[in-house]
DNA sequence: TATTATTGTAACAAACTGTTACAATAACAA
DNA sequence: TTGTTATTGTAACAGTTTGTTACAATAATA
């Protein structure tokens, strides 16, 4: 029996059909702020990282295990943020392509080829603690900045776009305890990430006072990197 | 052929399977905040009102038609807030003695049995323009205030809270339009709007100055109620 | 010990919120 | 007509938060 990857796709009976996930997959670095896009075989399609829900797991533990095969990440910041229904959303011919090119036989596959309505999560990391990796149907996996995206198939270029409005508002309440920074981090990378998911700058006072003043950082030791000037302190979020 | 309501329900083959939703249909009337509720055929289960999607409509469109159905209501504001989709989630006892007390066919609505993902949206609506009509499964349907519910069925409850939590947060940027109140009202009126929603009270000069800082209401005429003592002026929501 | 680049805070102003006070009504009664 | 009562619309003041500027406190290096 040919145990070989192409060989074969999602089983029809181990899911439940019409129902799909995408994740988008945010990173940061104290620097950049990048998504996970995957490239399937030979197509020149691109794609959000998604899945499948299996009949007999719930949608959380499908996307958190969709999401872990991507990252290595077990203990990650998901969070579920629209589903999408519209009757475009979903591009049979892209997915027969995607199944051809992968050798997968189309006929037993075609459950694929129907219509689906996907539930969106996004996540949030620190892209350097990581080493993505592709999809079974995809050949790459790549970081990508938000402004430098490859164009996506299917609404996936909408979900992305909502994944950052979802985000942005929900910034102040949620960055505590996430991921996307080092466990310690100065309070210039925390402006930064800020400033890069709301794609405006602030003041160093006002913001340095605002984010001490929420009373969910501890301070620890500084910070030491052989520049000539003083050093910054290290936070970390406090746990609440 | 028997056209009785009873005696056929919902074909599989019309449906995408394993897909519902699920509608919290806010009621205010200037005083009372309600949700519609109901209560199925002999059985003493009472759920929110729901439905499943066709295979050639969008969700959105799924929704709007269903709740319209409920209501009478065609224009109304309808918030995805939510997909839950946890293994417990259904009750298949629950179903099947809904159908049963129906008169429909177990075997023929095997389907509706199943496990279901269900996309939740609420509704805000004015309730005293609205006459609700009953589901074809339910024999009743009733405004109920938020902490004089029946116990709902499966996870209607937590659907609830989130729908509150979520219409909660988005009450500020989203009460502008909405049909909660009639066209033109009081200060007052948006007041107790707010207070019932947020399950606090508000100082009536403070409220007053930070709608009226918003800039998104448009003062009109005087109401004269006939009250002994100043008459409040009108307001309605600019549109955007 | 001076120089340079940053960081941590203080100080002041401007904007926003909370609270109190009070004048301006509508309806009604004397 | 003129009080009386209940409620509404605003102004005034205080207290709090936010925006801006200024400046002292370092780390490394010359």
């Known amino acids: ?14 899911y439940l059909s019409h129902i799909a ?16 896009v995957l490239e399937y075989q030979n197509t020149g399609l691109f794609a959000l990282p998604g899945g499948f829900v299996k009949r007999n797991e719930s949608l959380k533990d499908a996307v958190t295990k969709g999401v872990m095969e991507r990252t290595g990440i077990e203990d990650l910041y998901l969070e579920q943020f629209h589903t999408f229904g519209n009757l475009d959303r979903f591009d049979s011919k892209a997915m027969e392509r995607i199944l ?7 006929k037993a596959h075609e459950w694929l080829l129907d219509r689906f309505i996907s539930i969106a999560y996004y996540a949030l990391i620190n892209f350097e603690e990581v080493n993505p990796i592709p999809d079974p149907l995809a050949d790459s996996i790549e970081w990508y900045s938000l402004d430098e995206l490859p164009p996506l198939m299917m609404d996936h270029e909408e979900i992305v776009q909502k994944a950052l409005e979802t985000l942005r508002e929900n910034l102040d309440k949620k960055l505590l305890g996430m991921n996307l920074l ?9 402006q930064n990430a800020y400033e890069k998911i709301m794609g405006e ?13 929420t009373k969910n950082l501890v301070r620890h030791e500084k910070l030491f990197t052989g520049g000539a000037h003083r050093a910054p302190y290290l936070y970390s979020f406090k746990i609440k």
Chains 1, 2 share one sequence.
Not at 1 to 14: C, F, I, R, V, Y
């Open 21 to 36: 996930f995408d994740s988008v997959i945010f990173g940061f670095n104290g620097k950049q702020l990048k998504i996970l």
């Open 182 to 190: 080092p466990t310690k981090f100065t309070m210039k990378e925390l």
């Open 100 to 106: 051809e090119m992968n050798g997968l036989d189309i």
């Open 201 to 213: 700058t602030f003041k160093r006072t006002a913001f340095q006072r605002r984010m001490l003043a």
């Open 1 to 14: 029996m040919n145990t070989d990857k192409h060989s074969q796709g999602p089983k029809k009976e181990d």
